[in-house]
């Protein structure tokens, strides 16, 4: 597998998703911005940037934006719990995202106006990174699929 070296954004939008990678990570330095607590130092020898955000898109965005700007993210990796449309996929399985798109809002919209497009591809170097981690895992309790997310306010 090749090693990318970067610094890793993770997100999560509750306290308990987002405790159970602090609890891996040597905490170098802590901001709080926006309400939230942000996080950068090392997992596992890797450089990361972790922060709360709460539910829902804009939290989500806001915090993005300052894990990128303030603490030197490369890319950003959403973490946590999500509903499941899939026949394939149980509790506890894993969505490695290679598309995202909303479920939420008039998707006409979205090519009549900018952004011009209905979905957004996701980086396929780091979808072939999360995948080829998936594989390496010597003891490995769920299926993975990678495939298309939809995210909205809406559930």
């Known amino acids: 597998m090749e090693v990318i070296y970067m610094t890793w954004g993770i997100i999560g939008a509750l ?22 607590t942000f996080y950068k130092g090392k997992i596992h020898g890797q450089n990361a940037a972790l922060v709360c955000c709460g539910i829902g898109k804009i939290n989500a965005a806001v915090c993005a934006d300052v894990i990128i700007r303030e603490m030197g993210a490369d890319c950003i990796v959403n973490i946590g719990i999500a509903g499941n449309l899939s026949p394939e996929l149980a509790i506890m399985d894993v969505v490695v995202s290679d598309e995202v ?51 909205g306010d809406a559930f």
């Open 101 to 151: 798109q909303f479920h939420d809002i008039s998707l006409d919209l979205y090519e009549t106006f900018y952004p011009f497009r209905r979905s957004f591809a996701a980086n396929s170097a780091l979808v072939k990174s999360c995948t080829e981690a998936i594989e390496r895992l010597p003891v490995r309790s769920y299926r993975y699929k990678v495939g298309k997310v939809v995210t």
């Open 15 to 36: 306290d308990t998703e987002v405790r159970l990678i602090l609890e891996h990570m040597a905490v170098e330095e802590t901001m709080e911005a926006m309400g939230s």
